[in-house]
C-alpha cells in the first residue's frame, strides 16, 4: 500500500477564504503556480471545465451565426494608438516587445490585452458595402493585461483565456439589438452550465468598457460577501469604426460609418464558480461543468477483486452512454482516501461497489453536494444518476440566487450605505452616474464600488443621488468585490 498523503482540506472556507481558496486550488489538482506573478498553468482537471464552457458558449453562438476566426497576438504601436479613449483606458495594463534577440524592433508591439486594434484595420478593408453586413466574428484566444499588484488565480490573473465578439452592423438599431441576444447566452450558460445566479445591467461611465458607447455586464454575489463581474456587452457605436475608417456603401450609394459590438466570457468564471458552491470538504461541481460527472470505487479484498471489477465495468458501461465517469480501481489507495480525494475535485457523484453490492445487484450512490447515500438497483442507476445530478443543479443555482437576494440592502443615507458594506451586503442606491460621487463613495465606504444599474430596477421618478443629492439617473448596485 502506497503512503496515502493527506488530501482533506485544513482550512475552513468561513474562517479563511484567502487560504481555503488557496487550498482547494492545489489539493484539488487545478493550478500550478509559474515564475512569472499572475501567470498560471492550467491543470487539465481545470483545463477540461474551461473546455466545457467553450463547447457551450460556441455552440450556442454558431446558432446565431457567430463564426469563428483568429487574429494575431502582436499589435503594431501605431494601430494601437487610435482611438484615443481605448488607448487611455487600457495604457497601464499593456505589455510591449521591443526587441526581437538582440535587435531593437523599429515599432513596438503590444501583446494583446483585447484585439480591437488588431481587428479592425481588416475589418476597414473587408467590408464595402452594406451586402457585407452583419459582420460577427467571435475568437477564443489570451489575452495579457499586466496592471494590478495581488494576483488571483482564475479570478485575477496577468494572462488569461476568454472568448471575444466582434460584431459590426449597418444601423444602431441592429447593433444594439444584440444585446440582448447576447446577455441572455451568457445568462443561460450561467444558469444551466455552471450554476451561477445572475444580474444583468449598464455599468457606470466611470466603469464602461474604455471606448465604449456604454457597457453592460452581469454581476453575482459569492457567498463570503463580495460581488463579482461575469460576462460584459459593451455598445461601442461608431468610435472605432470612425478611428479605423469601417465604412459602407448603404442601399442608397451612400458612404456610412459602422455600428459595432464587443462581449466576452473568461477563465474567470472558473473562480466564481469555485467560491460560489466549494465547501469544506474542497469543490462542488455543477454536474455540466464536471469532466467527471460520476466515479466508480471499487471496494474489494485480493479474492473478490474480479466479480467487483466486473460489476464495475458492467456499471460504468450503462452509465457513460449520457455520463462521464470513471472508474477508480487503484489497488494502492483505500477507499476511504479515494472518497476524500474525489469529494476535493468535486465529482457529483460517487458510487460504491463491494462484493455485498454484486450479491445482490445493487450499488451505492453518494451526491457530493450534501453527503446522501442512496442503495439503488444497478438497472436503475442512469435514470437515478440523471435524477439526482438535475436535483443537485437545481438546488445549487437556487442557493446562488438566494444568496444574493439575502444579500441585497437598500440604504437611503451614506451613514446606511457604510454600515451594509461593513455588514458584506451589497446595496441598491440611486445614483447621478457622476464619477465624482462614484470616487466618493469608493473612498467613504473604503472600497466598495459600483457594480452595475440593473435593467429591472429602475429609478423612481424624483429619486435622488444618495451622496449628491441630485436627480438620480439610475439605481445601482454597490459592494466590495474581486
Known sequence: MAEEKKVGMTVKKEDDVSKWYTEVLQ?????????????????????????????????????????????????????????????????PEVAWVTHAGETKLEERLAVR???????????????????????????????????????????????????????????????????????NMYLDVLKNVLAIYGSPGYKSEKEKFAGAVYTCSIESFLPIGRAIQGPDFHFDGQNFAKAYGIKFKDPNDQEQYAWQNTWAITTRMLGVMIMMHGDNKGLVLPPPIAPIQIVIVPIFKTDEIRPVLERADKVASILSKSFRVHIDDRDNYTPGWKYNEWEMKGVPI???????????????????????????????????????????????????EENFRQALAEPKTMAELKKAVEDKKMSLVPYCNDGECEDFIKEETGGAKTLNSPFDKPVKKGAKCIRCGKDAKCNIYVAKSY
Open 113 to 183: 490585452p483585447t484585439s480591437e486594434t488588431i481587428m479592425y484595420p481588416s475589418y476597414a478593408l473587408w467590408i464595402r458595402s452594406w451586402r457585407d453586413l452583419p459582420l460577427r466574428l467571435n475568437q477564443w484566444n489570451n489575452v495579457v493585461r499586466w496592471e494590478f499588484k495581488h494576483p488571483i488565480p482564475f479570478l485575477r490573473t496577468r494572462e488569461f483565456l476568454w472568448n471575444e465578439g466582434h460584431t459590426v452592423f449597418a444601423t444602431k438599431e441592429e447593433a444594439e439589438a444584440e444585446r440582448e441576444q447576447i446577455i
Open 27 to 91: 489539493k484539488a489538482d487545478l493550478i500550478d503556480y509559474t515564475d512569472v506573478s499572475g501567470c498560471i498553468v492550467f491543470k487539465p482537471h481545470s483545463y477540461a471545465m474551461w473546455e466545457i464552457i467553450q463547447k457551450e458558449v460556441d455552440m450556442r453562438l454558431k446558432k446565431m451565426g457567430v463564426q469563428n476566426a483568429y487574429f494575431p497576438l502582436f499589435i503594431p504601436e501605431k494601430n494601437f494608438s487610435k482611438e484615443k479613449e481605448h488607448v487611455k483606458g487600457f495604457a
Open 350 to 400: 460517487r458510487i460504491e461497489i463491494g462484493p455485498k453490492d454484486v450479491a445482490i445487484d445493487q450499488v451505492v450512490m453518494v451526491r457530493r453536494d450534501n453527503g446522501e447515500k442512496t442503495f439503488i438497483k444497478t438497472q436503475d442507476a442512469a435514470e437515478t444518476a440523471k435524477a439526482m445530478m438535475d436535483d443537485m443543479h437545481r438546488i445549487l443555482y437556487k442557493r446562488s
